[in-house]
């Protein structure tokens, strides 16, 4: 896995991407379909050749987290931008109590692996799918004292089919920061690579909207 500025900013806007669909949901209930299905894909994508395989293969699928992650790290104070950086921050601190974990790293990997058969049969987006995702978020990383507070409208999170997808999307985000520390990330890091991060993310970001409209 290469571990260059490119990759960790790929890797970053998985995070980022899973972090503002959540942030989306929880106050409307809904989020681009397409992005939702990029973030879930990438639990089952555990043998690529790229980071970008990770995601689909294709930066138009990325879009979404490329240009959340260089807005938020540009530190617009939106009311948004805020939260969507809590979560990313959370699911890093997070990530890295997890690859402490060597037991529970195993189970999830198991449980990834029994829920194929439903991805493949059902789709990424299917009510069957998310549910047996959220179920292994819930069963292993909410048993971690930190625990990822989301805020939001509580009709909306309140609702069994939106709290699914929240935790699925979580432990998507959990992933794309396990695969962060992969290809060389680290915390530290942030402070002093975060011009090079937006630069890249802006970069990586344009070329997804040029493949979209090609």
Same mark, same amino acid.
């Given at each position: 896995m290469s571990r260059s500025i490119h990759d960790q900013t790929l890797a970053l806007a998985g995070v980022f991407q899973a972090s503002a669909l959540v942030q989306q949901i929880a106050h409307s209930g809904q989020c681009a379909e397409s992005s939702f299905e990029t973030c879930l894909r990438s639990l089952f994508a555990t043998q690529p050749e790229t980071t970008l395989d990770v995601f689909g293969g294709e930066l138009k699928d990325l879009r979404e987290g490329l240009s959340t992650l260089a807005s938020v790290m540009s530190q617009q104070s939106k009311q948004q931008d805020i939260e969507v950086l809590r979560y990313a921050l959370n699911l890093i601190n997070l990530s890295s109590k997890l690859r402490q974990n060597s037991d529970m790293l195993d189970v999830i990997g198991s449980r990834i692996d029994?829920?194929?058969? %439903?991805?493949?049969?059902?789709?990424?987006?299917?009510?069957?799918?998310?549910a047996n995702v959220a179920s292994i978020y819930t069963d292993t990383i909410s048993t971690f004292r930190q625990r990822i507070q989301v805020s939001g409208e509580? %009709?909306?999170?309140?609702?069994?089919?939106?709290?699914?997808?929240?935790?699925?999307?979580?432990?998507a985000g959990i992933r794309s920061a396990v695969l962060w520390h992969q290809t060389g990330g680290r915390r530290w890091q942030l402070i002093f690579t975060r011009r090079k991060v937006i630069m890249t993310a802006r970069e990586l970001a344009e070329k997804a909207n040029r493949s979209v409209y090609d």
């Open positions: 029994q829920a194929r058969h %439903t991805a493949s049969h059902f789709g990424y987006s299917h009510s069957n799918l998310i509580p %009709t909306i999170l309140q609702r069994e089919e939106n709290a699914a997808k929240v935790r699925a999307l979580l432990l």
